[in-house]
Every structure is written in C-alpha cells, then in structure tokens.
C-alpha cells in the first residue's frame, strides 16, 4: 500500500492511472519484484531437487480439444507426489498443462489465469486463442532466467477458438518460443513416448470417447517407459487429470468416469502388454 493511503480506505494512485489491459505490465510497472521472473535466487553448491511434474498430452477432435496430465512429481530419483494436479482451466475456454519446476509453473499459471481475468475486465472483452497464447509465451519468456538457472517451466497450452470453431493446441519451449501443434502433442519427461503412442491411435475421424481412451493409452505408455511419469494408480484411487474444452467450455471429467476408461485400457493391456496397434494399410 502506498504511503498515505493505509487506513484511509482510498485506493493507492496506481489504481486510479489509466495504463495497459495486461495485469503483467500493471504489476511489472509497480511492483516488479512481485514477479516470478524477477526474484533474486540465493546462492547455492551443488545440483538442487526440487519437485518436478511430467508428463502433459493434448488431442484435437471434431468438437473440440482434450488435455491430459498424469499426477507424479518427482525428485531426482524420488517420487515427491503422487497426486499433484498438472491441467488448470486458464478461463473458460482454455487451459494450461504444466511441465517442469512445479512450484514455477502452478505459480504461473495462477499469474496467467489472472492476466486473462483482467484484460476481460478491463477491456470489457475475452482475448482471442491467439492471444492467449502470445500472453503465456512472454510469461514463459519472463522465466528465462530461472530456466537458465535449472528452473524451467515448459507448458502445454490448448483451447476452443470460438472464432474458428475448432479446438487448438500451442506449445512452447524455454525461450517462449511458440509453436501450434496440428492433431496432438506432448510435453514433460514422457512425452517422447507419449506421442510415439498417439502417432499409432491418433485419427482426425476420432470421438471424443475415443480420443479420451487415446489419450489414456498415450500416458499409459509414458508410464511403461519413463519413471517420471505415473500411470493410473488403481489401489490408491488417482488417476490421471482429463479436461475436455468444446464450444460448451471447459469441464474436467469425474474420476469415476476416468476411472472407467482406465480399467479397460489397464484389461486391454493383460492380454496386450504393448497396447493396441496401428492398422497395417
């Protein structure tokens, strides 16, 4: 609170200024030291473990768009959390899958869910999908220090655009480098065999149903070969984080209807160990 305002119940001069739409820019101009990017880190010896969440997978279909994240963090060779939550709804027809520092990330994504929050106050109107995406890359670009220090963040980015009716998926790397995926894509430790799986089931003709059970292959198979990443955990009831955006907006789907879904990817798999297989053409 600025000096001479406290208790006085006026709102500080900054509030009252006329300036940018972007709540970045507004906290960058007053408070800068507020920022993630911006913050001093102390000095250390030697590698730091911090808990890290892998694996993230997105899926376009005909009514829209699907992402997925499984629910490990881990540590080094340590399992630091078996139950985090990794896929945010950014506003309503939008949402963000984190990789990487998991602390960073569920950070940035509140600062992101924030942004969008008050531009559409302040402009009196949601941003574009486009623009979405361009915010979240200078976010991302804002943390290029921390990355550079070990401390990356690496999310997926996936919505409804309402003006071309069709769901879309945008990834980024470190730099906040951005770039649209076509059909699927993936990110996180696991993510290379994730769309290995996705490259054999993935067809543009799929359901949303089938494009679910797709996607729960996908991090099934990340799960079978990368340690990071965790599969659906039946004895402890978590499974994985599945979010469905269409025209109708953002919805989670239950546990109970995932949970479904991954017993009869989890049956499939006791007669076939490797998963369903491409049709041969």
């Known amino acids: 609170m600025a000096a001479g305002t406290y208790g ?14 972007s709540f ?15 913050r001093a880190l102390p000095e250390v010896k030697g590698a730091v473990e911090l808990p890290h969440g892998t694996t993230i997978v997105a899926a376009v279909f005909g009514g ?33 899958g984190i990789a990487g520092t998991a602390g960073l990330a569920v ?24 623009g979405k995406a361009n915010r979240l890359s200078t976010m991302i670009r804002g943390n290029l220090g ?4 070990g401390l990356a963040v690496v999310p997926l980015f996936a919505g409804y655009d309402t003006e071309r009716d069709k769901g879309r998926i945008f990834s980024y790397d470190v730099t906040g480098g951005r770039s649209e995926e076509t059909g699927f894509a993936a990110t996180g430790s696991g ?7 996705l490259k054999k089931l993935y067809r543009h003709d799929l359901t949303e149903q089938q494009i679910v059970t797709a996607v729960l292959q996908a991090l099934y198979d990340a799960a079978d070969d990368d340690s990071a ?3 659906p955990d039946v ?14 907006g953002f919805r989670r789907l239950a546990d109970a209807e995932v949970s479904e879904i991954a017993r009869s990817v989890l049956d499939g798999r006791l007669e076939h160990p490797d998963g369903p297989q491409a049709q041969v053409l």
Do not use: C, W
Request: no cysteine; aromatic share 8%.
């Open 8 to 21: 006085t119940g006026r709102l500080p001069a900054a509030f009252l200024t006329p300036g940018s739409s």
């Open 24 to 38: 970045l820019d507004f906290l960058g101009d007053h408070s800068p030291e507020l920022l993630p990017g911006n």
């Open 64 to 96: 829209g768009v699907i992402l997925a994240g499984d629910r490990r963090a881990t540590m080094g060779n340590v399992i630091a959390q078996r139950d985090i939550e990794k896929v945010f709804p950014a506003d309503e027809f939008s949402a963000v």
């Open 107 to 130: 950070e940035m994504v509140k600062l992101f869910q924030l942004e969008l929050e008050h531009y559409e106050k302040i402009e009196g109107a949601t941003l574009s999908l486009e």
């Open 146 to 149: 921390m990355a550079l220090q």
């Open 191 to 197: 993510s290379v065999y994730a769309r290995s799986s």
């Open 229 to 231: 990443t965790g599969g």
């Open 235 to 248: 004895s402890r009831r978590i499974y994985p984080i599945i979010s469905v955006i269409t025209e109708e």
